[in-house]
């Protein structure tokens, strides 16, 4: 169960936020008590509607460079969009608190079918 990664007060970023599995997920995150979830999308009154709390237009910002999420980064951040870059980026940019503080990241969907496991910091 995907969902069982979230833990009451969570903030949770969900990547690709209004695709085929990002409306559900973005619903259930808030329904199993994350206290912000964000996503990147292009359909910002959607995911508004939906009950995300941050809707970052990922075709006009690096939502990795946001300062907010710089100082106060994620619990947890889902990956529904793919590739490699999601990890490499939240790896690079710290917008993802680390394994020790209990920093989580879920790949959804992966193109590389050699994808690694890492536990890192």
């Not at 833990?7 to 085929?20: A, E, I």
């Not at 199993?32 to 964000?38: E, I, L, M, N, R």
């Not at 920093?103 to 969907?109: D, M, Q, S």
């Amino acid at each position: 169960n995907v969902v069982s990664n979230v833990r009451q007060n969570d903030k949770v970023m969900v990547l690709g936020g209004s695709g085929g599995v990002g409306p559900y997920l973005v619903q259930l995150c808030k329904l199993a008590g994350a206290k912000f979830v964000a996503c990147t999308s292009t359909q910002q009154a959607m995911m508004e509607e939906l009950g995300v709390d941050r809707v970052i237009d990922y075709t006009t910002t690096n939502w990795w460079e946001l300062e907010e999420f710089q100082t106060d980064p994620f619990d947890l951040v889902f990956d529904c969009v793919g590739g490699p870059t999601g990890w490499q980026t939240i790896r690079q940019c710290k917008a993802l608190k680390r394994s020790s503080e209990n920093g989580r990241f879920v790949a959804l969907t992966f193109d590389n079918p050699l994808m690694q496991i890492h536990n890192y910091w």
